[in-house]
């Protein structure tokens, strides 16, 4: 009963460690006003859009689509009512057609290209929601050795009637363990990130 | 759960390593086939096997195959992405038979006139490059090994009934040198051609629809 009594507390220990230890990191540009003191307005309309045709990419929008209709203070168009009426969306259509090697985004992190801007354009006429918030993963990474995995989220949310982008973000979101015991899984990176950019939305909503 | 890059890297010295498992035998030899791309990612590889398949189910087996120029004048948007029997997250692809589109799958066979679709899927594909150091210090970099991810499904219409379910890591090395007799492909369209070869031989085989 002694020995129990003290390696429980010491199992208890290790395991919390190892949650510890099990964490997740932010970098680069979180969400973003472009200028200064802009607010999303309660109440208002807004779509989720999967920037690219891709799995990931169509995951991710599903994830915050869902998360932002659990937060309420917006009107938040279901993923299967995009579907519905865009025709071949999500699997057949692209809308992002650039990448965060693209040298104009230096100078403009709110950088859209004219044909992307043209097709979410041509999308919000369809949804007529008045923001469409464009969500896709620049890149993916996955190192074996501490069991780290890594996505590169970045995002615009585009105002309408005005057509113009508002706010955007550029973030790494990774998580990591150094446990065998508590491997890290690629639906908990989606789940953080898709949190992260819910709730910084929903800091600049009035 | 598919830990695919581990598989690609064990199985880098073979150039393709298929795994087609036959729930139903019996195949209708008077009948119409198609072969489908189903993911549109690696247009190149996609459509060397799809021309490839169909050109070796005509040679070698009774099937009417329906061949791709035709797929794309029938159907306008082919090749499109059409939900496959798996589920993606990251890099990590874990098999799920329920989210296979098969109303589109269904109307493709009807637009297309077949009794089957081959239809297959290539979600994933990993790259590594080799880096060699000279005594000078001098680094070069040099291609290495290319690893694809492969569904594949023979399906009956309009019974829906699923005949083969394959799973294939495929790959290629180029200029690898190898002890013994077993190459791996040395490009794409290598490792493509011998996949397409194995993948109907085994249908042939195990359908009994030979010529």
Not at chain 1, 63 to 79: A, D, F, N
Request: with cysteine; hydrophobic share 40%.
């Amino acid at each position: 009963m002694f020995t129990v009594k003290k390696i429980l507390p010491f199992f208890a220990f290790i395991c919390l460690s190892v949650v510890f230890i099990s964490c997740s990191t932010n970098k680069g540009k979180k969400f973003t006003p472009v200028d200064e003191g802009f607010l999303i307005e309660s109440g208002k309309s807004i779509a989720v859009l999967s920037g690219t045709n891709g799995d990931n990419d169509i995951n991710l929008a599903e994830l915050i689509s869902e998360r932002m209709i659990i937060e309420g203070r917006l009107k938040v168009m279901p993923q299967a009512e995009i579907s519905r009426r865009i025709p071949r969306y999500p699997l057949n259509v692209n809308l992002i057609d650039f990448s965060y090697n693209d040298k104009r985004i230096k100078n403009n992190p709110s950088y859209l290209s004219d044909t992307s801007k043209a097709g979410i354009d041509a999308v919000q006429k369809i949804l007529k929601t008045d923001y469409i918030l464009i969500v896709w993963i620049d890149s993916l990474s996955s190192l074996p050795y501490n069991d780290q995995r890594a996505m590169n989220v970045a995002s615009r949310l585009i105002s309408y009637p005005a057509a113009k982008v508002v706010a955007y973000s550029f973030r790494w979101n990774e998580k990591h363990s150094y446990c065998c015991l508590f491997p890290v899984k690629w639906i908990g990176v989606f789940e953080n990130a898709s949190i992260d950019l819910t709730e910084e939305i929903y800091k600049n909503v009035k | 759960m598919k830990k695919f890059f581990l598989v690609l890297l064990s199985l880098s010295f073979f150039s393709c390593y298929s795994t087609h498992k036959f729930l139903n035998t019996d195949i209708n030899p008077g009948g119409r086939i198609a072969v489908v791309i189903a993911e549109t990612k690696y247009d190149d590889v996609n459509t060397i096997i799809a021309n490839s398949m169909s050109e070796l189910l005509e040679a070698k087996s009774k099937l009417t195959v329906v061949h791709q120029h035709k797929v794309k004048s029938i159907i306008g948007t082919y090749p499109e992405r059409i939900r496959g029997p798996y589920k993606h997250l990251g890099d990590e692809i874990e098999p799920d038979n329920k989210r296979r589109d098969m109303d589109t799958l269904a109307a493709y066979a009807k637009k297309l006139n077949v009794n089957y679709l081959y239809v297959f899927w290539i979600p994933i594909c990993v790259e590594s490059k080799i880096i060699t150091t000279d005594p000078y210090g001098n680094t070069r970099e040099s291609a290495g090994f290319t690893g694809y991810y492969y569904i594949g499904e023979l399906i009956e219409f309009p019974s829906r009934r699923i005949i083969a379910q394959g799973e294939a890591e495929l790959s290629y090395i180029p200029n690898a040198t190898v002890i013994g007799s077993r190459k791996p492909a040395a490009s794409s369209r290598e490792m493509a051609i011998n996949f397409s070869e194995l993948a109907v031989d085994e249908i042939i085989k195990n359908t009994g629809i030979g010529n």
